[in-house]
């Protein structure tokens, strides 16, 4: 087994991930009438299609979901970020596992030159709050506890947060608009998802299944 890093084209940095769906618990209604429902967010993922459905871009994933396992996994994931001064924790899936969590925070802990990014929905979870708040106290990470909406909604009680918005009118001054989307999707120089005083990063809706989510929530 090895550690196994994707480079998504967007990103200035490599990024561990895992498949997203099979390994995204909190990608789910919790609760109510629509309970195991994918949330709004997730219906629309960018990363359940398209390029990520080939072989070539399963097979890390899937490789990561028992990889993670080993006993060396934090010591190889270190020194696999030994040259890195960003990273950014699931380009797809989400943190699926509280032994994963307590690794990943291992790992954090032991790479202060490296400014990790990690979102995700696992704050849904109680059992997940203690280890996020760990990492969330460290000086090198900025924890993203995700959205579900895709109308520019989210907790505004959270320090850091991202959410989807369908419309420029859906920005409010605590929020950075992703601007990757005007420069051929790429990051460019921007670091707005690993800046710690952002507290909301909106990423504009996009990709044709989103796009038709967003518009059937304004004609509802
Ligand atoms: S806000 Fe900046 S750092 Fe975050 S995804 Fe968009 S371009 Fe990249």
């Known amino acids: 087994m090895s550690i196994k890093l994707s480079n998504a084209g967007k990103m200035p940095c490599p990024s ?31 990363a359940a299609g398209g390029n990520y459905r080939f072989p070539n871009v399963r097979a890390p994933r899937l490789h990561n979901a028992q990889d993670w396992k ?3 996994w934090v010591a190889d994931m270190v020194k696999a970020l030994r040259f890195e001064t960003h990273f950014r924790w699931f380009d797809s899936g989400d943190v699926a596992w509280l032994p994963l ?42 924890v993203r506890r995700s959205s579900d909406s895709i109308q520019g909604d989210y907790d505004k009680r959270l320090a850091t947060t991202s959410t989807i918005v369908g419309s420029v009118d859906q920005i409010d001054d ?5 601007g990757a989307y005007q420069r051929d999707g790429k990051c460019g120089d921007c670091r707005a998802c690993w800046d710690r005083n952002i ?12 796009l038709k989510l967003v518009s059937l929530k304004e004609v509802a």
């Open 16 to 46: 561990w991930s895992l498949e997203a769906r099979t390994h995204c618990p909190a990608s789910l209604v919790q609760t109510g009438p629509a309970k195991g429902e994918l949330v709004d967010a997730c219906a629309g993922c960018y």
């Open 174 to 178: 605590d929020m950075v608009m992703c």
């Open 101 to 142: 969590a307590r690794k990943i925070l291992a790992v954090m802990q032991a790479t202060p030159h490296v400014q990790h990014w990690l979102p995700t929905r696992m704050h849904k979870f109680p059992k997940f709050r203690t280890v996020l708040a760990q990492m969330s106290k460290l000086s090198n990470v900025v």
């Open 199 to 210: 507290k909301c990063i909106a990423y504009p809706a996009h990709g044709r299944v989103m």
């Open 70 to 72: 080993r006993d060396a």
